[in-house]
């Protein structure tokens, strides 16, 4: 190699390590930019000449370049935030995000999870860029078609008509009998009561009062009354009975038999001829249980231990969180629990192949292959952690210390150029 060669290598090697420097320096500047993955710069040599025109001993090389950056997708630290629309992934996949981008319009990929819902409850993050996934109809079932996920701030959960109502009482079984059942006057023709919250098909709520009365030792019947007013064409403050029935006890004061006689509810405006059946526990002859677990008879005061129905008001959207499995869940007013939708996430055959698009968004490429898209927490694709996000994989002290590297490596270039400097002038300076 020439003189002049010489000096022609060492200004490529100032180049490349120049831009192994801005490597490390983007690295350095997205240390706390959140999904950031650190990049390193790939060097190659330059040859004079190809390898089928070198000369037999060989040929002195051309100097040094920088072939490209290579990205390393590293799990990155996961932060704890408890902001329910952060979002990290842990293991491999990226988060799919559609919109314009710098220009770019379509589909992208991240790691970056800061996400927030605009003013129309759609998920999106910082850029505007709207999360995709799949959405789910009223009964929670999850569609298969890739779109945004929605969570609309007026989001209501329907009402659910109480069709059941189960309690657990003891009734005083060394009562005496009443007179005879009088609808008009139930308090005093009834040994115990007590009353249940129910809610028809437009989730209004009515309170049943259910009256037991003890017609015979071991023998009762109930009686569930509603006020006249809120049935159609009862009147009032007049009591109406919308269902009876009977209950036998065993003389160890088990329940034995349970048996409905008539359930009619007819609340007004509502859907006519409502049904509700009352459980008083696992009676041993119809329910072939042990008698101990609903209703009893013992000789002790009458009193209830629990009621539950299955019925409920209709609710406005409180609260949503998100599973491992991206699995999006609202909380109701109401207490209703349902399934709003699931994030989408994409993995690829080659990580390294995705193109940098800004604000830690990637496009796909023919290197990385198409992405591989489903749920996450299966086909290879990592869990997701709500109220969490993923850190920077930059190593501040490797950075230092490919610093330091770059930096050696940029003066030693530049102390050769000084040297071959020197050598041309010396060869100059031979005639004077």
């Known amino acids: 190699m020439s003189l002049l060669g010489s000096l022609f290598s060492a200004a490529s090697g100032l180049g490349a390590h120049a831009d192994a420097m801005d490597v490390i320096g983007d690295n350095i500047a997205n240390v706390n930019t959140i999904g950031y993955k650190t990049a390193r710069g790939r060097f190659e040599d330059v040859l004079g000449s190809t390898v089928a025109s070198a000369p037999e001993n060989g040929i002195a090389g051309q100097g040094s370049r920088m072939s490209g950056v290579e990205q390393i997708f590293s799990q990155g630290t996961l932060l704890g935030t408890g902001n329910s629309t952060d979002l990290a992934i ?57 779109g945004d996920i929605s969570v609309p701030p007026t989001a209501m959960a329907p009402p659910q008509i109480t069709s059941s109502v189960t309690m657990a009482a003891n009734l005083d079984g060394s009562s005496t009998i ?11 023709t009834s040994n115990f009561s007590t009353s249940v919250t129910v809610y028809d098909s437009l989730g209004a709520a009515h309170n049943v009062d259910v009256y037991f009365r003890q017609s015979a030792p071991g023998a009762w019947e109930w009686h569930a009354m509603v006020d006249g007013g809120e049935l159609t064409g009862g009147t009032a403050g007049v009591p ?54 609903g209703v009893t008879a013992y000789a002790s005061p009458s009193a209830v231990s629990s009621i539950t129905q299955d019925g409920f008001a209709s609710g406005a959207l409180a609260a949503f969180s ?12 109401n207490g209703d629990r349902r399934t709003i939708g699931q ?30 898209i489903g749920v996450a927490n299966a086909g290879g694709r990592g869990s997701i952690a709500a109220g969490a996000l993923e850190q920077s994989n ?17 003066q030693a270039n530049s102390r050769t150029v000084q040297t071959a400097d020197a050598m041309l002038t010396e060869l100059v300076n031979i005639k004077r």
């Open 90 to 146: 842990q293991g491999e996949g990226f988060f799919l995000v559609s919109g314009s981008l710098h220009g770019v319009n379509g589909t992208m990929y991240t790691r970056n999870g800061q996400f927030h819902l605009d003013a129309n409850g759609v998920l999106t993050d910082a850029n505007g860029l709207r999360v995709q996934g799949y959405a789910a109809d009223g009964l929670g079932n999850i569609s298969a078609t890739l």
């Open 178 to 188: 009443p007179p005879a059942w009088d609808p008009l006057n139930p308090g005093t």
């Open 240 to 293: 109406t009975q919308c269902a009876n029935g009977t209950l036998t006890f065993t003389t160890d004061g088990y329940l034995d038999t349970e048996a409905t006689v008539a359930s009619d509810f007819d609340f007004l405006n509502a859907t006519q001829n409502q049904a509700i059946a009352l459980d008083f526990g696992d009676s041993i002859t119809t329910d072939a249980g042990t008698g101990q677990a």
């Open 322 to 333: 998100v599973a491992e499995d991206g699995t999006v869940t609202g909380t109701f007013t």
């Open 343 to 372: 994030i989408a996430v994409a993995r690829f055959r080659n990580n390294e192949g995705l193109v940098r698009a800004g604000s830690g968004c990637y496009v796909a490429s023919n290197d990385s292959g198409l992405p591989l």
């Open 394 to 410: 930059v190593d501040l002290a490797q950075e230092f210390v490919n610093m330091i590297a770059v930096e050696r490596g940029f």
